[in-house]
């Protein structure tokens, strides 16, 4: 089991277990967590799951995509350059065992 | 909203992306009245479009997506009902009739009925083991069956039809497509990538059975299919056979309402019917499209969102585009699309038609290149396949009404992502 904890904009925080192989993304949408919308289903086709990763997490975490550079370019909330991915692309147990993200204000 | 005798209260039929949506844009926008939500499904509203994708894929049974979490409906305070289909519509009356027998008033009516898989009728059709592919239902029946089968036959060279082809060869399943036209999803695409495309699939080790249509299944003593024989009489076997012959528009509830209806629901630029107090959007909807500068009616996660979002506004009169459509302000977002077959990702920004010029970027040989169609010089659509720069900077273009010529679309040097990303100089 990973752990990833959310970080709303107002302060609150959502802290989940994420079996290995499910991604940011999907947990977020399967538990609830608002703020992650994932309309595309996790194709890197939406950008509706912005997230910010905390600085301490960003090692391990797979290289950018060509697909996912590119929906990076039109998120709803500004690109953070370094901390700035998708959801659907960061899988828990592949890229991470415990992972901290700070959502954006807007996803869509 | 304007003032109304009747309480308010929008009642939507249809729970996919364009219903939850439209009640998603409603809160949004700030409508309080009630909001009533039908889905005939016994499921919780979830994603469509993994289920001929990564649902696929050998493993354990996949967890579907919801469109939302559970509690948005409370939260947004929607009465969302599950398994609850609409019967009837009294216009005079302003009610929808449900199949439970209750009778819910409405101040505003969204049609958000989608599309039905369309059907065969040639002989053996009703043998067990002959699927189709729409539901969450139909897609966990297939995850488990193709544990068990072997050779697999699809019938349409659709997008459905292909997605499920790649899915099943990865999975290590010998697969036959038979498709009746000349060439794979051919209603969407230009022959370039139509032909590239037919070449892929192939390399993957699908057999692709051009101008063959299906004749008839055979089945066994217990009545599952065992083979499937096409128009020219060849004979595939098949343990399990997919059906993706194209859809037809959900519009039973409107015609017999007395809605125009004409290849989906008739809506103006605003997505409403002939009724001004009924809505029709998504894939059951025929709309005037700006881009395809024709009625047209599109089936696509893009259409059914940007539709919803339009209708929204339309329904709480915060948006212009009451008119009849192409004017300003009635409904006009850019039509996008994307496709996963295998390791192929093919996206479509706009709509091209036939006898388009077309310009090829990239290299197919490479499985990344682009096509950019152009009519009158000016461009209509791109499709890209693993391009996905291509195609953002294709959206970006097509959505400001810019264009590039012919001769920087097949330029290698040209710095289209930057070009695209430009404000146009004169309007």
Known sequence: MAKITYHHADGNVDS?????????????????????????????????????VRDEYLD???AISAAEEEMLETTASPRDPARSRLGCQLTAGDHFDDIEVDLPDEQD | MNAMTDPENVVVVGNGQAGIQLVDSLRKEGYTGAITLLGEEPHHPYQRPPLSKDYLAAGKDPVPLPLRPEKFFTTNDVDARLGARATSIDRTARTVALDDGTTLAYSKLVLATGAANRELTVPGTALSGIHGLRTLTDAQTLHARLDAVRSVVVIGAGFIGLEFAAAARARGLDV????????????????????????????LGVTLRLGEGIASFDGNDAGHVTAAVSTTGERYPADLVLVGVGVTPRTELAAAAGLEVENGIVVDGSLRTSDPDIYALGDCASFPNVHAGARTRLESVQNATDQARHAARAILGAGPGSGPGGEPGGYADLPWFWSNQGHLRLQIAGLSAPGDQTV?????????????CFRNGTLTAVESVNQPADHMAARRLLSAGRTLTPEQAADPDFDLKTYSKQQPATV
């Open chain 1, 16 to 52: 989940l277990d994420a079996e290995a192989g499910m991604t940011l993304m999907m947990t977020a949408v399967l538990n609830g967590v608002d703020g992650i919308i994932g309309e595309c289903g996790g194709q890197a086709i939406c950008a509706t799951c912005h997230v910010y």
């Open chain 1, 60 to 62: 391990g975490l797979p």
């Open chain 2, 176 to 203: 036959t497509v038979l498709e009746y036209a000349d060439r794979p999803m051919g209603r969407a695409l230009t022959p370039v990538t139509s032909g590239f495309f037919a070449d892929a699939h192939q390399r």
């Open chain 2, 360 to 372: 090829l970027r990239g290299n197919p040989a490479e499985e990344k290149f682009s096509v950019f």
